[in-house]
């Protein structure tokens, strides 16, 4: 065999290592981002169960909480109705948040 044969033999391995090393790079980045998301989503849970907790041991929050899900938030001030409405829009959007974390992964991975 010549030396430029060597050569070319040469070329055609270290293009098949490059596709090989490609292909592992692909499927490392998929699992990664699979974890991530799994990470955000977990975080998106908890964020929603500590918000559940605070209410619980927030006498204040617990009042204007009852209140929302009593359909009573007529009768509250002006200040407490402005609390309830950005608690219940920093819950709803939590819930969004995952909601769209979750849906997407599964729509990525159909």
Not at 65 to 89: C, H, I, K, P, W
Request: net charge negative; with cysteine.
């Amino acid at each position: 065999m010549k030396l430029s044969d060597w050569a070319s033999l040469a070329e055609v391995c270290s293009g098949v290592g490059v596709v090989i090393t490609l292909i592992f790079l692909i499927l490392g980045i998929r699992d990664n981002t699979d974890i991530t998301r799994v990470s955000v989503y977990t975080d998106l849970v908890e964020s929603i169960s500590e918000w559940e907790r605070d209410i619980y041991r927030d006498p204040e929050l617990a009042r204007l909480s009852g209140a929302f899900f009593g359909g009573q938030t007529s009768s509250l001030n002006e200040l407490d109705q402005r609390r309830l409405r950005n608690m219940v829009q920093n819950l709803f959007r939590t819930y969004e948040r995952a909601f769209v974390n979750f849906f997407h992964r599964e729509s990525v991975s159909r």
